[in-house]
Each structure stands twice: as C-alpha cells, then as structure tokens.
C-alpha cells in the first residue's frame, strides 16, 4: 500500500533563517505531487506541483521553492523566512489516473505545523 | 477560479441532515470532495466527474451538476464523527497534472 511521509511534524524558526521541508512518497511510482499551505482557520492553498522529476509549477509567487530531486521526493525550501509564512504544510500524492478516469484521488501526508517568529 | 462553499458553517444535533454546496463561475472536469478534523490532514470523501454523476459513501452522498457548475454534499442522519471542515477541489481539465483548487471550507459541528 502506498504511504506519504513528511518531516517535521511541527518546526519553529526565526524570521530570515531558511527552511527546508521533505515529502517522500512510498509504494508508488510516478507519482504526481503537490505543496498545499494552510494558514490557521483557513482553506487549501495550492503553492507548487509536479508531475515528473525536475518539473515544478508554481501557483503562487512568494518567496518558496520547491525541488523534485527524485520521483518520489518533494522538497519546499525558502532562504528566508517571512512572518507570513508560519501556516500548515501539507504535500500530497496522487497518481496519473487512467483512460476510464483521467484524474486520481489526491492523499495527504500528516503535514508540518511551521511557526516563524 | 476558486470555488465558492456554501454554507460557510452548520451547526447540526445528531441523526439531522445537512447539504453542503460546491459552486464555480468555470467549467469543471471533477469535483473532490474532502473532510479535515481540526490539526489534521484532509481525509478523501470522493471524486465525482461531469457528467451528472452521483456517488454514496455510507451516509454521505454527492451529486455534480454539470449545467450549473455545482456540486452538492448531503450527509443524512449526522454522526459526532461527521464533525470537521468540509473542503472540494476542482479541477478545471484532465491535463493540468490534477491540480486542484480548494474551496474555503464548510464547518460542521455535529452536537449530541
């Protein structure tokens, strides 16, 4: 079965130091992957997704980044942070869907609860 | 583009039932439909293309209007468990890598 990891579950950082979050997908291949941002009390914001290694699409400009260094692997980074950074990271996966259904559920990782101060 | 919610929060007692509407000014490919417990990630509910389909999940059903860009969410005879935020995403076309865009979310709270 497949499953989705992220790490840190909960990060606190200062104001203008870099981040780095990790998102590894397990049990699948080819995945197509996505970084959400949810700030407190609010919905789902779409920052990056890729459908394949070395291919990124931003949604959002700001000051994120995001890297696909191997299929199942996406990184969020920032060289430095903003207060209105702090938020709820989620990546999720979902595969390519079929002939019958062109599209696939998207499944979320436990996320990382940011707080930049 | 994004979706549009309504109501933005319900306040159900338990065994009532409740709608949740989905609506976009864009023409929609699929609709997903997911449910968030407070500090937790969303949990998929389902997936419905146009077309006009209508799927069940239990007591949760969802129907996709295709003429009028809406879906709706109906959840018969609420549980405690039922309670959370209600999100759909859609998806404009099959080729954009299934990229969704979320609604801002409906709040459920079911009391006993």
């Known amino acids: 079965s497949q499953t989705i990891h992220q790490w840190p579950a909960t990060l606190v950082q200062p104001v203008g130091s870099p981040l780095s979050l990790e998102c590894t997908v397990e049990?699948?291949?080819?995945?197509?992957l996505y970084w959400y941002r949810q700030a407190a009390g609010r919905g789902l914001q779409l920052l990056f997704y890729?459908?394949?290694?070395?291919?990124i699409s931003s949604e959002v400009p700001q000051n994120l980044s995001a890297s696909r260094p191997q299929d199942r692997q996406f990184i969020l980074s920032s060289k430095k942070l903003l207060l209105s950074d702090s938020g709820f990271y989620l990546c999720?996966?979902?595969?390519?869907?079929?002939?019958?259904?062109?599209?696939?559920?998207?499944?979320f990782g436990p996320g990382t609860r940011l707080t930049v101060l | 583009q994004q979706p549009v919610q309504s109501p933005q929060a319900v306040i159900l007692r338990e065994g009532e039932d409740a709608v949740i509407n989905c609506s976009s000014s864009?023409?929609?490919?699929?609709v997903h439909w997911y449910r968030q417990k407070h500090g937790e990630a969303p949990v998929f509910l389902m997936i419905l293309l146009k077309g006009g389909e209508q799927k069940g999940h239990e007591k949760i059903s969802a129907s996709f209007n295709e003429k009028k860009q809406q879906s709706s969410l109906y959840l018969t005879a609420s549980q405690l468990s039922y309670s959370g935020t209600y999100f759909c995403g859609t998806e404009m076309t099959w080729n954009q890598g299934g990229k969704l865009i979320f609604g801002q979310g409906t709040e459920l709270s079911v009391k006993p």
């Open positions: 890729s459908v394949g290694i070395g291919q």
């Open positions: 999720a996966w979902s595969g390519r869907g079929s002939l019958a259904r062109e599209t696939d559920t998207q499944y």
């Open positions: 864009k023409a929609l490919y699929s």
């Open positions: 049990g699948t291949s080819n995945p197509n």
